[in-house]
């Protein structure tokens, strides 16, 4: 799937806003682990720092004490589209002749990312990087405007896909989100740092962020709106067409952290809630629950819960192993699966397992965990899945361009548990999702395209996209 980038601003006067930034993407480290920045101003210049590697790797407390400034932008990167490369690390900065320097991160996927890459090399922009960021940052400096929201709101409508933005400018931090809310993006407000003018405002890809600098949540960036943060206070225009909101799905199965919330829904209580249903719609006699730890454990709870099946933890994950999911190459995500979990014999010998994960994408993960729990000692393996089948590639931002990678595309249930190696192998129904979600099929809200191939907007016609198009 085609996502994962975290995006984290702060607008405080008087506070140590380098350090705010810090504490940011540390916790949005999971959206991910490729490369992390931050650019702060201190009303003259921008400042950035930014590397490959995870937040710990690119900052120390020398880094960060070169980056005075009232308010700061910040992003920790997986690739969508743009290989993993240091030139593709963000914050990016560009000069606009209005505005002077900009910085933008961009969490998200822009499908039309190609067409205007093509119209802004005829007009002679020179790219530096593969990052569709990028060619967005060559279509706001060409956009005339005095006041950056202007000029989103000139540009923006040309702009198709996925995108929750960050900006920063000399005087403002300011906020956008797509006219779909595909992308999570939220508002808090900092009270007592402890600190002269001490107050302020944060923006996040998720609440746990604002959680960690002791922020709290005021909203949600809408769909289609730019939200101006400066001296004068919060500012809100809209952009574009009204249309039918679509938010990620897959950020409340896997993507989003347990302790976010989104859309007023804890991640946590909708994921037992997955778990609960998938436990009445597939029920399997077993001896013990496990979850594939951590992102299957709350609908493993849930799942147990349902069952009446003891529930228990089965194995053991390191924490210094990187999520297997976000890793660019499969290579790299393979050996990363045996460093990264093992199993407990004395808790599997013998019995019927019932594995719980919230979602199989490729199942190269699935297929080595089920061999672990069979050397373990694990009589039967049955695995059950807190979420549909996904059978088709997401544009929207989620590292999956290419049906051939999806081990469920084509494929039965039956027919996966078989690659798999598994004694019996269930999804959550489309159904039990919507009502997990509490969304009705005829209520719009959500976007399931990687699940029903249903997309809420325009994609590629053909269903595959080199995750480097944008290169060469």
């Not at 951590?294 to 192993?321: H, L, N, V």
């Not at 990264?340 to 993960?365: E, Y």
């Not at 269903?463 to 944008?470: N, R």
């Amino acid at each position: 799937m085609h996502e994962a980038c975290g995006v984290f601003g702060v607008y405080a006067p008087g506070a140590n806003v380098a350090n705010l930034c810090h504490l940011g993407i540390y916790a949005l480290q999971h959206r991910g682990q490729e490369s992390a920045g931050i650019c702060v101003s201190d009303e003259e210049r921008l400042r950035v720092h930014k590397d490959m590697g995870l937040v710990s790797q690119v900052f120390s407390e020398e880094s960060l004490s070169r980056l005075p400034g009232s308010w700061g932008l910040a992003h920790t990167r997986y690739s969508t589209t743009g290989s993993s490369h240091a030139s593709n690390a963000q914050p990016f900065t560009f000069e606009h002749g209005q505005l002077g320097p900009v910085a933008i991160s961009h969490n998200g996927n822009l499908t039309n990312a190609q067409a205007l890459r093509n119209a802004l090399v005829e007009e002679g922009y020179a790219f530096a990087t593969s990052s569709d960021t990028e060619v967005l940052a060559g279509l706001l400096a060409r956009t005339p405007g005095e006041r950056l929201e202007i000029v989103l709101q000139r540009s923006l409508p040309r702009v198709l896909g996925a995108y929750s933005l960050g900006f920063l400018t000399r005087d403002s931090l300011v906020a956008a989100r797509d006219e779909l809310g595909l992308r999570p993006l939220c508002i808090g407000r900092l009270g007592d740092l402890r600190a002269p003018g001490g107050e302020g405002y944060i923006i996040a890809s998720e609440t746990c962020a604002l959680d960690v600098v002791g922020a709290r949540l005021v909203r949600e960036v809408r769909p289609g709106e730019i939200v101006t943060i400066n001296a004068s206070g919060l500012h809100s225009v809209s952009f574009g067409q009204r249309r039918p909101p679509a938010m990620c799905s897959f950020e409340f199965i896997y993507f989003a952290r347990p302790d976010s919330v989104i859309q007023n829904r804890s991640l946590y209580e909708v994921r037992l809630a997955m778990g609960r249903r998938l436990a009445e719609e597939s029920p399997v006699d077993g001896d013990v629950v496990i979850p594939l730890p951590d992102s299957g454990t709350p609908a493993a709870i849930g799942f147990a819960q349902a069952s009446g099946i003891p529930f228990a933890e089965g194995m053991i994950k390191s924490r210094y192993i990187n999520r297997t999911f976000i890793q660019p190459q499969q290579g790299m995500r393979d050996a990363g699966v045996r460093l990264k979990f093992n199993p407990m014999p004395r808790v599997l010998a013998g019995k019927r397992v019932v594995l719980v994960d919230d979602s199989i994408v490729r199942g190269s993960t699935s297929r080595q965990i089920v061999d672990a729990l069979r050397r373990a000692g694990a009589r039967e393996v049955h695995m059950r899945v807190a979420s549909p089948p996904i059978r088709y590639p997401c544009f929207m931002g989620i590292d999956i361009a290419s049906r051939s990678e999806l081990i469920a595309a084509g494929r039965s249930s039956d027919e996966v548990g078989a690659i798999i190696g598994t004694d019996s192998l269930a999804y959550l129904s489309l159904d039990g999702l919507r009502i997990a979600l509490h969304s009705r099929p005829e209520t719009a809200g959500f976007c399931f395209a990687c699940l029903d191939g249903v997309y809420p907007l325009q994609v590629p016609q053909q269903l595959e996209m080199d995750k480097l198009a944008l290169e060469g």
